[in-house]
């Protein structure tokens, strides 16, 4: 499987637990009526090759009505950028507007994050005792604040393949991420710090946790690998301080007509 396979193989698990889907010839649709405002549950997934401006325009006259008719802003997700300039093309006269979103894509390589241990940091899985504080944390501007995270979370929270992790300083929520299993695939999502407690390392002590969570819990076989894909560069940074590598970047683009992009989000 290439990278882009697995890449595209987590994804469409990620957002089938908060989402409705339904395959295409060229990606999947992905939408939530109930949560019009969350990016990753209403969208057109374009994973396959668009090779000519009537099969751009096949692909627009079925997604514009499509999204617009549920009242929510049409939008895209475009993989494997290069090859789907005569999507964009088309798009672009109709409205959308692109911003590249290089996508970094790393896996672990076996070996545990060094931290500095500190008996005020303590981490937990989270269950319906501590669920509110993880929202509290997961609820950050980045995640489109509560109105937007508090359903899709609440989908995870109840969906067999998702693992939350709620880290603590001195008694106090501060962090949280989750796993998500895709198969022989483990990845890293919904890395959050509340902006009180950033600039402290709080990550390495997630990372370290989950790594030996995983190992336990997921990572059964050989063919088993952890993964993450950062959102950008400083983030992709602190990741390989962290035992992860890169092994690639996706080109990817997100398309949009409505709404802000995801630049302006982050």
């Known amino acids: ?27 999947y649709l992905f939408w939530n009526e109930e949560n ?10 374009v994973s396959n090759a668009v090779t ?7 692909i627009a006259d079925e997604i514009i009505p499509f999204f617009e008719e549920k009242g929510i802003y049409p939008r895209l997700y475009l993989y494997d950028a290069p090859n789907q300039q005569k999507l964009v093309e088309v ?6 507007r692109t911003e590249e ?11 545990l994050a060094q931290v500095n241990e500190h008996s005020s940091v303590t981490i937990e899985p989270v269950t319906a005792a501590n669920y509110e504080e993880c929202l509290l944390v997961e609820s950050v501007p980045e995640f489109g604040g ?14 067999p393949d998702f693992q939350h992790f709620l880290l603590r300083v001195e008694g106090e929520p501060a962090s949280s991420l989750c796993l998500l299993r895709a198969g022989d695939v483990v990845r890293v999502e919904n890395v ?13 002590h997630l ?29 992709e940074n602190v990741y390989s301080r962290y035992g992860f590598v890169t092994v690639g970047t996706i080109p990817f683009l997100h398309v949009f007509r409505g709404g802000k992009g995801v630049l302006e989000i982050r």
């Open 207 to 235: 990372i370290r946790h989950l790594i030996r969570h995983a190992q336990e819990q997921f990572i059964q076989s050989k063919s088993s690998e952890l993964w993450v894909c950062p959102i950008n560069e400083r983030v």
């Open 192 to 204: 959050a710090t509340l902006p009180a407690f950033r600039g402290r390392g709080l990550i390495g």
């Open 52 to 58: 000519d401006l009537q099969q751009a325009a096949e």
């Open 36 to 45: 019009p405002g969350h990016y990753d549950a209403n969208h057109a997934h």
């Open 91 to 96: 798009l672009e006269q109709r409205g959308f």
């Open 101 to 111: 979103l290089p996508s970094p894509v790393q896996i672990w390589q076996g070996e």
């Open 146 to 159: 509560k109105d937007v995270r508090e359903k899709a979370f609440a989908q995870e929270f109840a969906h």
């Open 1 to 27: 499987m290439n990278l882009l396979s697995i890449v595209e193989q987590t994804d469409v698990a990620y957002k089938s637990a908060f989402s409705n889907h339904t395959k295409r010839s060229w990606g």
